[in-house]
């Protein structure tokens, strides 16, 4: 039986040069707005003393508590994966060289990134601003249905995103290191995912 030839072997790709790399935008330009939307949803804590009785001048929230609740855990997972990502990709997100101690600062972290890095770092910079907007209008109509008395979270849950929202203010008075912010992030928005489903749950009883 004649033997078939082998397939030729597949070209390695090239490695990366230096001269194949630019200098990235900062990438706290990507981490900031995406803790930002994490302190939108931890925003949720005010209820408890900044709402006021109804009046009948109020307006009216547009969406029903059961939808708003929804698109706030579809953006909750969504922030989670956002931050997954970040941690998998230290060389963008993570601080490196001499500055991989230094405090959060603009000007401070930016890396030299080959071209495909380019393209995740402008995918992650689009998801994380989307996901800020969807924060904000997610989380203020479930406040309005807290305020309206549609929404009754447990307390252990209020406590919980109180406790988050002091996390966050902590990382940003710290000026911790960028790895850090990535780090406490991550664990932060998988806090808030199960919180907004234990809201989702106490409403379903």
């Given amino acids: 039986m004649a033997r078939q030839p082998s397939s030729p072997p597949t070209p390695a790709k090239p490695a990366t040069s230096g001269s194949d790399t630019r200098i990235a935008p900062d990438p706290l330009i990507v981490v900031l707005p995406a803790l930002s939307a994490l302190a939108a ?18 307006t009216r929230a547009k969406r029903k508590a059961a939808s708003a609740l929804r698109d706030l855990e579809t953006c909750c997972v969504g922030l989670d994966e956002v931050f997954s ?42 998801d994380t601003v989307s996901m800020l907007v969807l924060a904000t209008q997610n989380a ?5 249905a807290i305020e309206d008395g549609e929404l009754k979270p447990p307390e252990h849950v209020i406590d919980g995103l109180g406790e988050a929202q002091d996390t966050l203010n902590q990382l940003m008075g710290d000026k911790v290191a960028l790895r850090v912010a990535v780090d406490s992030g991550a664990e932060i928005a998988q806090r808030l995912l199960g919180y907004v489903r234990e809201i989702k749950s106490a409403r379903a009883d």
């Fill in 41 to 58: 949803v931890t925003c949720i804590t005010s209820v408890t003393w900044a709402t006021q009785e109804p009046s009948a001048e109020r």
């Fill in 85 to 126: 990502r970040l941690k998998r990709n230290r060389n963008l997100f993570g601080g490196t060289g001499a500055a991989a101690a230094a405090p959060i600062k603009f000007g401070v972290h930016g890396p030299r990134v080959t071209p495909d890095e380019t393209r995740l770092f402008h995918q992650l910079m689009n």
């Fill in 140 to 144: 203020f109509d479930v406040m309005a």
